[in-house]
């Protein structure tokens, strides 16, 4: 059971290009987060999806930004019209209802983008 | 919202105990994180303990949670270089299914 993959692992993209990152949960999970980590900080929520819909965006900026976990295939991550503060690690962490503490989630190994 | 603070830095000699601490803000918090995070890698979940316990002991990983004082420790025994990363804290309660996490406490292991 392969663990939760993300991919690309470095993404670079010029500040104004679209930034797509992507994820494929466990096997079995129906459930994605996404975090973002600055330089020095810790993780920040983002978003949480359950297949087709999106549960809690509260930690998502409200532009420019947007995720979807589709019936089939990856969760993607979108960022339109990249800028510099964008630069960070986005983390996907996967997980099922019923799990430990109802969010014991599965972290994937980022991918870091750097924005020129 | 949740507010989390680690220390950001401890350095230890190898074989020494190390003692990374967290406080916390909110108590309606119900599950309780660690989690390692080695260099250009992803979160590792260590170990966890719910709210109600007030210690939790796995192998050399010990887990104490002081919910009056609301800080909350992890105690790693024997420590070894191989222990160096970054420590982080999380919590998340049975309403929201997103972790908080701490800003992470860097465990640097001296040979």
């Known amino acids: 059971n392969a663990g939760v993959m993300q991919n690309p692992r470095h993404l670079v993209r010029r500040r104004g290009q679209e930034a797509r990152l992507r994820c494929s949960p466990m096997?079995?999970?129906?459930?994605v987060y996404w975090y973002r980590q600055l330089p020095e900080e810790g993780l920040k929520f983002m978003v949480y999806?359950?297949?087709?819909?999106?549960?809690?965006e509260s930690g998502m900026p409200k532009e420019r930004f947007s995720a979807e976990f589709p019936k089939e295939g990856p969760s993607i991550l979108r960022i339109q019209q990249v800028v510099r503060g964008d630069s960070a690690a986005y983390f996907c962490?996967?997980?099922?209802?019923?799990?430990?503490?109802?969010?014991?989630?599965?972290f994937g190994q980022g991918t870091r983008l750097t924005v020129v | 919202g949740e507010d989390v603070e680690q220390s950001l830095f401890l350095s230890v000699r190898e074989g020494d105990s190390s003692v990374i601490n967290c406080t916390y803000t909110d108590s309606s918090s119900t599950y309780l994180y660690w989690y390692k995070q080695e260099p250009g890698a992803g979160l590792q979940l260590l170990t966890y303990?719910?709210?109600?316990?007030d210690m939790k002991q796995d192998q050399r990983l010990t887990v104490l949670l002081n919910k009056k004082d609301k800080h909350l420790s992890l105690r790693i025994a024997d420590t070894q270089t191989g222990d160096s990363a970054i420590y982080f804290c999380a919590f998340s309660d049975t309403g929201r299914r997103a972790l908080t996490f701490g800003s992470g406490t860097r465990l640097q292991v001296q040979p």
């Open positions: 096997k079995g999970h129906s459930h």
């Open positions: 999806l359950q297949k087709e819909n999106i549960i809690d």
């Open positions: 962490a996967s997980g099922y209802r019923g799990g430990v503490g109802n969010t014991e989630a599965f």
């Open positions: 303990i719910f709210s109600n316990m």
